[in-house]
DNA sequence: GATGGGGGTTCCCATGATGGGAAGGTCAAG
DNA sequence: CTTGACCTTCCCATCATGGGAACCCCCATC
């Protein structure tokens, strides 16, 4: 297989796939002859697995960890579970960070009339002025 | 004021502020007769409004529009809204995407031992094995 | 056999925000 | 006059991904 049909069956593109190789998560693809790059069925297994990750969002470096411990029979699940909970605790910590910024700006937002007059807090909160206004209940609730 | 007491008054560090100037959210910095940059108290004023909008996750190209209302006292407000509300929107599905990768991990990790047996769950969802054995009852919840 | 098209190859560059670090200039205090 | 803290510019690295150029390979069709 070559490495367009080994992207169409694994759901990486071809320059992923060159690139994941690059970096050394997978080793070097054996040649043809001609110097294509030639798949067979346990590359594009290992494809899917790092597609999988990916979309879990793992980074390459994580994905790297797992991909050895996949390859590892006698590896413990303990050392997985651990890996996949560290990295649910940064998703989680990331997803709060959005979550509180995007309330805060909500919320500024909804102070602000929309319309064409030029008065807005959130300007004025991002600028830092909020305070210096008698009619300002406060910067961020 | 130089760079550095610049940087420290506003928060922003001293790389970012020449970062800034570079590719063009700030004018260029007037300089000493020494090649020093030189600020006052509107450039670190800028610089906290910047801090403020990149805490609150805006890109810098979308920091570069506020600044520009920030400046117009022509602007409408419902310019700034709708600049707010769309990032709103984008930081909210980011934080929804994030948590559902959290929620999939999370729940696959809750089904693996965690122990000094290799069997995994986890692994075997991102090998896309999952299905293949008779006792599992789903990929993904 | 020549040709065309759809592969493949490598290499360089770009993204976005931030930082590290080198090589060298400036200034104030000792 | 030296020392040390500060400044300057320039290059490189991060992380994952893609665009594109210049060139090679293979197969089918005329």
Not at 37 to 42: C, K, T
């Amino acid at each position: 297989m070559r490495i367009g049909e080994a992207a169409s069956a694994s759901g990486v593109s071809a320059k992923m796939i060159r690139h994941y190789e690059a970096v050394g998560l997978l080793p070097a693809a054996s040649r043809r002859a001609s110097g294509y790059r030639d798949y067979g069925e346990a590359e594009v297994h290992a494809l899917r697995f790092i597609r999988r990750a990916r979309e879990l969002g793992f980074s390459l470096h994580e994905i790297a960890a797992l991909l050895a411990l996949w390859g590892d029979r006698a590896r413990a699940s303990a050392e997985v579970k651990r890996l996949a909970l560290a990295h649910v605790e940064a998703l989680e910590r990331k997803a709060r960070d959005l979550s509180a910024m995007a309330a805060t700006l909500r919320h500024l937002a909804s102070t602000c009339h929309g319309d064409a007059r030029p008065e807005c807090p959130i300007l004025e909160d991002l600028a830092g002025e909020a305070l210096s206004k008698p009619n300002a209940l406060g910067n961020v609730i």
